[in-house]
């Protein structure tokens, strides 16, 4: 499932899904258009698992549930907390911290 969230609410999504996925982003970030549509190729392959682009200016709650200091920042939570993050615009490595927190 891939969702760009309308509202400073991540923590609820977390809170009420056992693995979720996100990419911060922001408006004016070229990276983060670029890995856009491999965020959503991943989602389109794992459909139970919510994949959500979170506006890191726009949320700064949500922004703070991880260490984001440069985008595109993906961070991966399991049972509410966060497990790993990473900032990249390498499909390869998004693809690892996916499976990381899917597969385990």
């Known amino acids: ?3 760009e969230i309308e509202q400073d609410n991540l ?3 977390v809170a009420s899904n056992d693995v979720v996925v996100v990419q911060y982003a ?3 970030c070229g990276n983060c258009r670029i890995m856009k549509p491999k965020f959503k190729l991943l989602a389109s392959q794992n459909e139970s ?3 959500l682009i979170v506006d890191a200016e726009k949320f700064p709650e949500s922004r703070k549930m991880a260490k984001v ?3 595109p920042t993906f961070a991966t939570f399991k049972n509410g907390v966060l497990v790993n993050q990473s900032q990249t615009t390498k499909l390869e490595v998004l693809t690892e ?3 990381e927190v899917i597969l385990s």
Do not use: R, Y
């Open 26 to 28: 922001a408006s004016w």
């Open 1 to 3: 499932m891939f969702t």
């Open 97 to 99: 911290l996916v499976n």
């Open 49 to 51: 698992v919510p994949f």
């Open 69 to 71: 200091d440069n985008l």
């Open 11 to 13: 923590a609820e999504v």
